[in-house]
Every structure is written in C-alpha cells, then in structure tokens.
C-alpha cells in the first residue's frame, strides 16, 4: 500500500529531515511512528499525501510512484488518503456536521451521498446529538472525533495521523485510539505519528523509530521504546 | 470535475459580501477607467465620422441650396469644372446624401423622422490643384459668396480641429485610462488574494481532501468576473449618457449642420459597448486567473 524507497528529504540550510528511508507498509496495516522532537516524522507524513516532495528516493502509495503523478491528479490520490492532525483543522465558522460535510461537498460528491454519509460517520465517531454545534463548543477529544470523522468519511484507503492524541488527556485519547483502531479493522491503512508511550506500548502494533531522519526500528507488534 | 452549482453560487457571494469595501473599490475603478474607454470610442469614432467626407484629396464641400434647380446647378458646376485651381469635382446627389445621412444617424428615430431626404442639400466635392491652407480657405470664400451656395466647409477647418482632439484623445484620455485600468487589474487581484487569505484555512483543508484546483479556483474567479462585469455594466449605461451629452452639446439645427458636425452613430455605441464589455472580461479573468495561480502549484 505504502513503500518508500530510499527517500530522503533535505530542507534549506542543509537539514536533514529524513535520510534514506525505506520501509513498506502492507493494506490493513496500523503502524506507529515514534521517535524525538525533529526525527522526522511529521516530514514523513507530509511526503505521503504529497504535501512536500521528497529530495530523493521514491514513495509509492496504492502501486503509484506519487512523484511521478502530474499536479493535476494530485487531487484524485488525496481522496485516497484521509489526514488527522494535533490541531483538528476544522472550520470554526461551520458546525459540527458541516465541516465533515464540506469534506464531501469540496470533492463533488452529489448532495444524497452528502445527506446520507454524513450521518452515518457521525454516528460511528458518537457525535450524532452534536451535530449542530460548532468546534469551539465541543472538548478537545470531540474536535478531534470531528476531525477523524472528515478524513474518513470519503472511505479513503490510508488513513495518516499526526500526533492525534497530542492535545488530549490519557482517558480521552483512549476514545480516539478505539476509533482509530476500529477504522483500522475496516480495512483502512493508518499510519499515526506519536509521542504517546503508554498507547504504542498498549496497542502492540507495528512500530517505525526514526532518529535524526533515519529509521532506526521497525518492529512488528513493537513497543515505544 | 463535478462543479455543484449551488456551492459556487453560496462561495461567490459570501465572498463578495465579505469584502465589501474592497469591493466597491474595484468595481467604481473598473467602472471609471472602463468609461473612459468607452467615451474615448464615441469621440474616436464621431471624428472619424465627420473627416470621412474628406478622403482621396477632397478639400471642400460645397452645399447647394436644398431648393436649387437644375440651371442653377448646371451653374454651379460649370464654374467649379471652369477654374483652374480646381483638378477635380464630384457631385453628391440627394440620394448618396441621404444614404450617408442615414448611415450616421442610424437608431436615431426621431432625426430621421424629422430629417427628409429633401431637406438635405446636395454637394460638390471639390479637389483643388494647390492644396494649401491659404488656396483652399481663399477658394471657399469665394464660393461661400456664389449664388445658390447654402455654405463651404473646408477640410482644414474641420480637420485640424479633429485632428487636434484625437491627438488629445489618443494619447491623453488613451494613457489615463491605461492607468487606471492597471490600478482596476491591481485591485481586483488584491480583492481576491484577500477574499483568499481570509479564507486559507478553508482552502488548506479542501486541498487536504482531494478539492480540484479548478474547484477552489472557481469561486475566486466568478468573484473578479463578476466586479469586472458590474464595472462593465456601469460603464456600458455610461457610454449612453455620454452619446446623449454629445448630442446635445452639438447644435443639430438643420440638416447640413447634422452632416458637417461631430455625429455619433448607433453603431460607434455599439462598437463602443462591446469594446468596453471585453475590456471588462479580459481584464477580471486576466486578474483572477493571475490572483488565484498559486493553486496551480500543489
Ligand atoms: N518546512 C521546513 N523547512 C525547513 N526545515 C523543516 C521544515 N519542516 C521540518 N523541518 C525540519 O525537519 C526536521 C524534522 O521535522 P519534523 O517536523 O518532521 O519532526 P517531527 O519528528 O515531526 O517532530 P515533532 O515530534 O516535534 O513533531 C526538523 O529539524 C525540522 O526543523
Ligand atoms: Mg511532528
């Protein structure tokens, strides 16, 4: 579903963010990202869905090499790939069911599928009463259901996260990771950044630690450390 | 790209709103600088339209008195044809008169209605040997003076006038609205880059979801095309005051005075309207496509 092939990544003024990084990532896989402040994960990510291009090396997701796509079918993989941030990134302008719909509406998605998906996905999440507020009446675990309800209500193919639970009290990020593993159990590819031991060591799934943009682990059914 | 009309229509508008002042801005200067445009069509047109008579050497026109007989114009011409300092005349009779009358007064009701082709009077075009500006005004005198002559209009007269103003037409009124039609380009991109920082929250999150460029593109655009049309509009309901002014700025006594004036045909405010329409849809979509390219590049 994933590969990258000696990817590397190089920002201005000679930083390293990612090194010769390979590795590959099966469908249905749940797969941490794990490592200190500046390892490089976040670069990782962003390589993903074609937010930043790699220095060198090549990604390949769902058997396409992304570097070679033209700009203009950039859009089409994105559908593919759904995107949970530490900020949730909802529009505090539209309500709860608003935001998750206008993941849809941007999309071209006819008005039925809108009217029914909708629905459905907020029930999955447990936000179905809350529909109608707004992000900044809903606690941090709720804005971040939201979030996780847009990216996975188009059904994408990856699911990417980045540090999702970074906001949220233990308890609450418990919530999050049950939903997190039950759109695993679907079927969906996730791929989450984290900095949360207690999680990765609980869940014993599958663990990649980056050190200085270079992968320095990558455990089946691993730990944090 | 599934384009949903509905969101288009709800994007378009909000922005609009939002950035009301903005707005405004660039409508009112797309507006001014597009009705300069258009007015410099009419006065453009209107001078060619009164120098046209003037072609292929003609130097003057004699006008004959609508009531001449046919001695009287027999006359006439033969002292034309008779003097030396003239190479050659042609006779305009009422008919032709006519015609050209109603070529420039077209979709002008009630000039023609009150205009007859018998009120017109016909004319010799006179081509002298010495075209100077001395020869020819000494010659129109003399005629203006001849029995049966209703009056002479000589070229220099007229088209130094008309050559004065569109001088001052071309490049005064010409460079004056190129600055302000760069200063409405100007600000229409700067409506939407703003109506678009507002908004990049939004836009990073339809990015993030797979929106087309097109897609989030084409609510920005609608945005300019819609202030350079408002403009335009304007500026068209302009150009017909501005053909009414001229009119009545004109002394349109009789039917000689409506042949040797300034006259604007109803289709100079045509070219002149769609010149001014183009102008407006150029310039929006030249505006907004510049304004929102950064989308090209993810
Ligand atoms: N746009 C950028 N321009 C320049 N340098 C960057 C840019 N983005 C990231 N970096 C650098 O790349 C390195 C890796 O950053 P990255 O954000 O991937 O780390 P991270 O593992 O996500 O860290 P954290 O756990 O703090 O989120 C850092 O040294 C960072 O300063
Ligand atoms: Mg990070």
């Given at each position: 579903?994933?590969?990258?092939?000696?990817?590397s990544?190089?920002f201005k003024?000679?930083?390293?963010?990612?090194?010769?990084?390979?590795?590959?990532?099966?469908?249905?896989?749940?797969?941490?990202?794990?490592?200190?402040?500046?390892?490089?994960?976040s670069?990782?990510?962003?390589l993903?869905?074609?937010?930043?291009?790699?220095?060198?090396?090549?990604?390949?997701?769902?058997?396409?090499?992304i570097?070679?796509?033209s700009?203009?079918?950039?859009?089409?993989?994105?559908?593919?790939i759904?995107?949970?941030?530490?900020?949730?990134?909802?529009?505090?302008?539209?309500?709860?069911?608003?935001n998750?719909?206008?993941?849809?509406?941007?999309?071209?998605?006819?008005?039925?599928?809108?009217k029914?998906?909708?629905?459905?996905?907020?029930?999955?999440?447990?936000?179905?009463?809350?529909?109608?507020?707004?992000?900044?009446?809903?606690?941090?675990?709720?804005?971040q259901?939201?979030?996780?309800?847009r990216?996975?209500?188009?059904?994408?193919l990856?699911?990417l996260?980045?540090?999702?639970?970074?906001?949220?009290?233990?308890?609450?990020?418990?919530?999050?990771?049950?939903?997190?593993?039950?759109?695993?159990?679907?079927?969906?590819?996730?791929?989450?950044?984290?900095?949360?031991?207690?999680?990765?060591?609980?869940m014993?799934r599958?663990?990649?630690?980056?050190?200085?943009?270079?992968i320095?682990?990558?455990?089946?059914?691993?730990?944090?450390? | 790209?599934?384009?949903?009309?509905?969101?288009?229509?709800?994007?378009?508008?909000?922005?609009?709103?939002?950035?009301?002042?903005?707005?405004?801005?660039?409508?009112?200067?797309?507006?001014?600088?597009?009705?300069?445009?258009?007015t410099?069509?009419?006065?453009?047109?209107?001078?060619q339209?009164?120098?046209?008579?003037?072609?292929?050497?003609?130097?003057?026109?004699?006008?004959?008195?609508?009531?001449?007989?046919?001695?009287?114009?027999?006359?006439?011409?033969?002292?034309?044809?008779?003097?030396?300092?003239?190479?050659?005349?042609?006779?305009?009779n009422?008919e032709?008169?006519?015609?050209?009358?109603?070529k420039?007064?077209?979709?002008?009701?009630?000039?023609?209605?009150?205009?007859?082709?018998?009120?017109?009077?016909?004319?010799?075009?006179?081509?002298?040997?010495?075209?100077s500006?001395?020869?020819?005004?000494?010659?129109?005198?003399?005629?203006?003076?001849?029995?049966?002559?209703?009056?002479?209009?000589?070229?220099?007269?007229?088209?130094?006038?008309?050559k004065?103003?569109?001088?001052?037409?071309?490049?005064?009124?010409?460079l004056f609205?190129?600055?302000?039609?760069?200063?409405?380009?100007?600000?229409?991109l700067?409506t939407?880059?703003?109506?678009?920082?507002?908004?990049?929250?939004?836009?990073?999150?339809?990015k993030?979801?797979?929106?087309?460029?097109?897609?989030?593109?084409?609510?920005?655009?609608?945005?300019?095309?819609?202030?350079?049309?408002?403009?335009?509009?304007?500026?068209?309901?302009?150009?017909?005051?501005?053909?009414?002014?001229?009119?009545?700025?004109?002394?349109?006594s009789?039917?000689?005075?409506?042949?040797?004036?300034?006259?604007?045909?109803?289709?100079?405010?045509?070219l002149a309207?769609?010149?001014?329409v183009?102008t407006?849809v150029?310039?929006?979509?030249?505006?907004?496509?510049?304004?929102t390219?950064?989308?090209?590049?993810?």
């Amino acid at each position: 579903m994933i590969k990258l092939e000696n990817v590397s990544k190089v920002f201005k003024g000679d930083v390293v963010a990612l090194r010769e990084a390979n590795c590959d990532i099966n469908k249905g896989e749940f797969v941490f990202l794990v490592g200190p402040s500046g390892s490089g994960k976040s670069t990782m990510i962003r390589l993903l869905n074609k937010q930043d291009e790699p220095s060198t090396g090549a990604i390949y997701v769902a058997g396409k090499h992304i570097g070679e796509l033209s700009s203009w079918k950039v859009p089409y993989l994105r559908r593919n790939i759904g995107c949970v941030f530490q900020d949730y990134k909802l529009l505090s302008n539209k309500t709860v069911y608003e935001n998750v719909a206008f993941a849809l509406e941007v999309i071209g998605r006819p008005r039925h599928v809108v009217k029914t998906q909708v629905p459905a996905i907020l029930e999955l999440v447990g936000l179905s009463k809350k529909h109608k507020n707004y992000p900044d009446e809903l606690s941090g675990g709720e804005q971040q259901r939201v979030s996780i309800a847009r990216a996975f209500v188009n059904r994408p193919l990856i699911l990417l996260a980045d540090e999702p639970t970074g906001n949220l009290d233990p308890a609450t990020s418990v919530g999050i990771m049950r939903l997190l593993d039950r759109i695993n159990r679907t079927g969906t590819t996730v791929v989450m950044a984290t900095h949360d031991r207690s999680i990765v060591d609980t869940m014993r799934r599958r663990v990649i630690e980056l050190d200085r943009g270079s992968i320095v682990r990558d455990q089946a059914r691993g730990v944090y450390e | 790209m599934a384009l949903n009309g509905n969101y288009v229509f709800r994007e378009t508008t909000a922005n609009l709103t939002r950035n009301i002042t903005l707005t405004v801005a660039s409508v009112l200067t797309v507006f001014v600088s597009l009705a300069i445009v258009g007015t410099t069509v009419l006065v453009r047109q209107g001078a060619q339209n009164m120098t046209r008579q003037f072609e292929g050497g003609v130097e003057f026109i004699v006008y004959l008195d609508p009531k001449i007989n046919d001695q009287q114009l027999a006359a006439v011409r033969k002292d034309l044809g008779d003097n030396p300092g003239i190479r050659k005349i042609s006779y305009v009779n009422q008919e032709e008169t006519y015609t050209l009358f109603k070529k420039l007064f077209k979709g002008q009701e009630s000039i023609l209605r009150n205009v007859r082709a018998s009120d017109l009077p016909t004319s010799f075009k006179v081509e002298p040997v010495d075209k100077s500006v001395i020869s020819v005004s000494q010659l129109a005198t003399l005629y203006r003076k001849q029995a049966n002559v209703y009056d002479v209009t000589a070229a220099t007269d007229v088209i130094r006038e008309m050559k004065g103003m569109t001088t001052f037409v071309n490049n005064g009124l010409t460079l004056f609205a190129t600055f302000l039609l760069v200063a409405s380009s100007l600000l229409i991109l700067n409506t939407i880059r703003t109506a678009m920082f507002a908004r990049r929250r939004e836009i990073e999150v339809m990015k993030l979801v797979g929106a087309t460029n097109w897609f989030i593109r084409v609510p920005f655009m609608l945005e300019g095309l819609v202030q350079g049309l408002i403009g335009g509009a304007l500026a068209v309901g302009f150009v017909f005051l501005a053909r009414r002014w001229l009119d009545e700025l004109l002394n349109r006594s009789d039917g000689l005075k409506l042949l040797q004036n300034f006259s604007i045909a109803s289709s100079d405010v045509t070219l002149a309207c769609l010149i001014v329409v183009a102008t407006a849809v150029a310039l929006s979509v030249i505006s907004s496509a510049l304004a929102t390219r950064r989308f090209l590049d993810v």
